[in-house]
């Protein structure tokens, strides 16, 4: 879906809607997106969270220090939550089921779905202080910072970060440090890189070439390659070097099972 002009990281760029409807092949565990293009389904709730410390009603849009819209594709089945609890029995609450979604949702939308069924085990940890959500996957530990900001955002995901020791970590002391991210593309992925002093400039940028560079390579329309790049493209942050941070993009080549076409 491409919200008209109101919505998403690039709704002056894109002011025209448009959804778009795809079959969710469960026993292959993958949807065509596009004629061709087939993205991975690995389902998980975008909203999980609890009630606010503050009293009243809210729009269940932004995430924060409740959890709430968190839209991270790592919490599938297997993974964990921690959430810090404001008030009597936490009053945890899900849903905004995801069929799939980029690391970004560029355009505020996965491959939107409904569960047939979610299972969840709660588990009431005393004595621990949580300033702000983290995850456990099997493999993984991760630390969040959510804010409209992405430089604010990042500011707290380093603060909780320094508190904990690790930010997306693998649990397995012995594994390999991860290989830096890729600058220019690769066999298996379409790359681009925003830089700037102002993370939410070099998201713009990052995000944005992708988007063009993947509407000339694959020949698709505009807001096809919008909606693709925020349903599969994965954006990650840099190590910071100096004033500014960069953000690479990646987009699977994988997901196109018929060769591009040529100029």
């Known amino acids: ?32 997106f596009l004629p061709g293009v087939f993205v991975p389904l690995r389902p998980f709730p975008g909203i999980l969270g609890v009630a606010r410390a503050e009293p009243g009603r809210y729009s269940t849009v932004p995430p924060g220090r409740y ?16 959430l810090p609890v404001f008030v009597k029995g936490a009053l945890l609450w899900a849903s905004d089921a995801h069929a799939a979604q980029g690391n970004g949702e560029i355009n505020l939308t996965g491959i939107e779905t409904a569960f047939r069924e979610f299972n969840i085990t709660v588990d009431v940890i005393k004595g621990r202080s949580l300033e702000w959500p983290r995850a456990e996957t099997p493999t993984h530990w991760l630390t969040l910072g959510y804010d409209e900001d992405l430089n604010k955002a990042l500011e707290i995901l380093k603060s909780e970060t320094v508190k904990c020791t690790f930010c997306f970590n693998p649990k397995d002391a012995r594994a390999r440090p991860p290989a830096a991210l890729p600058s220019k593309e690769t066999a298996t992925d379409y790359v681009t890189v925003g830089s700037n002093a102002d993370l939410n400039k070099a998201m713009d940028a990052a995000s944005m070439a992708m988007i063009s560079l993947i509407a000339e390579k694959r020949q698709l329309d505009r807001i096809d390659a919008y909606g693709l790049a925020s349903v599969a493209m994965d954006c990650r942050i840099a190590p910071p070097t100096g004033s500014e941070v960069a953000v690479h993009c990646l987009t699977p080549k994988s997901l196109w099972r018929t060769p591009a076409r040529t100029q």
Do not use: C, H
């Open 1 to 32: 879906m491409n919200y008209p002009g109101i919505a998403g990281q690039f709704p002056k760029e894109f002011p025209e809607g448009r959804v778009r409807y795809v079959y969710l092949d469960w026993d292959n565990k993958v949807a065509e």
């Open 67 to 82: 959890g709430g819209n968190l839209d991270l594709r790592e919490l599938t089945a297997g993974s964990t939550l921690y």
